[in-house]
């Protein structure tokens, strides 16, 4: 056997015992450079070929490409396994520990709005009202006519309105618009229902003040219903919003669609009727508007004015919102601020 015969031997076995003792892919690339590339020890035995005799050239020619055909398939088959035992241990390192706490999964919320929308309507259903759907679109007859607003009558300018193209189309400025479609669909039965939704006023933004709001109405009608029932009803109402031992108070209004009308205030939450900045320090929080249906709306709606009476209520979703929680500023709503609803 030939001297470099007996080095290619050597190359082999000590390059297979190399790769055995790789352990990760960097070191298989490592091992390929140092045995099999261009200037590894490989290559350098192959250059003394040209030393051979003519007989042991091909015979040792031979010999070196069957141990680098061996040795490059043993480097793939390292590889594939160093692999392997790779992705192993980045999942075993991913994998759950059961032995550890649980993480809380983030999981969404109620807006604000929706979540004093359903606990008035919760409350209401409770004491026997039902829910009516009325149009968001309305006509000018029962936003206003039907209920009797005249035309060109001052009390259309408390309410400014967003008007259709359609001639006769408005967005309704109040949930009050609902009362004609609800009496015209159950007269002359006795009705409770309310009318929660969206209600639209071109006006300006402010703390107090949006374009869009949602109210929710409430309206009885029926034989010998008196001014004490509407005071009950919304004491009732007041004391599982805001708390039993809640105070009310009535003060004189005027809407058309009522008679005698007032505004209820409840005595302030936080600091129970000493004045504070919520309360603008009266002591007092305005929560709704209120009153006897007038008899020109019962006419309208279908009902005798002589035979039924009934009243009428009618608050702001978010103003219960914000006296409740004590927010002063109604933008925060839709706003999108995630701090201000994450907290709500």
Known sequence: MSDLNHQLEQLHQEAAVALERATTTSETESWYHDYLGRKGKMTAILRGL????????????????????????????????????????????EGIDVTMPGRRPLVGKLHPTNQAIREIVDILVQMGFQVFDSPEVETDDYNFGLLNFPPDHP????????????????????????????????APEPIRVILPGKCFRNEDVTARAEMMFYQVEGLAIGRNITFSDLKGTLLNFANQMYGDGRQIRFRKSYFPFTEPSVEVDVDCVLCGGDGCRLCKYTGWLEILG?????????????????????FAFGMGIERQAMNKRGVDDIRLFYSNDVRFLARA
Do not use: C, W
Request: zero cysteines; hydrophobic letters at 40%; proline letters at 4%.
């Open 50 to 93: 040209g030393q051979l005799s003519a007989e042991e050239r091909p015979l040792v020619g031979k010999r070196a490409n069957q141990i680098k055909v061996e040795l490059e398939a043993a480097l793939q088959a390292r590889q594939a396994a160093i692999a392997q035992e790779e992705m192993q241990r980045a999942l075993s390192a």
């Open 155 to 186: 009390a259309r300018e408390m309410q400014d309105t967003f008007f259709a193209t359609t001639p006769g189309l408005v967005l309704r400025t109040h949930t009050s618009s609902g009362q004609i479609h609800a009496m015209r669909k159950y």
């Open 290 to 310: 209120a009153g006897m249906v007038h008899p020109v709306v019962l006419k309208n709606g279908g009902y005798d004015p002589a035979v039924f009476s009934g």
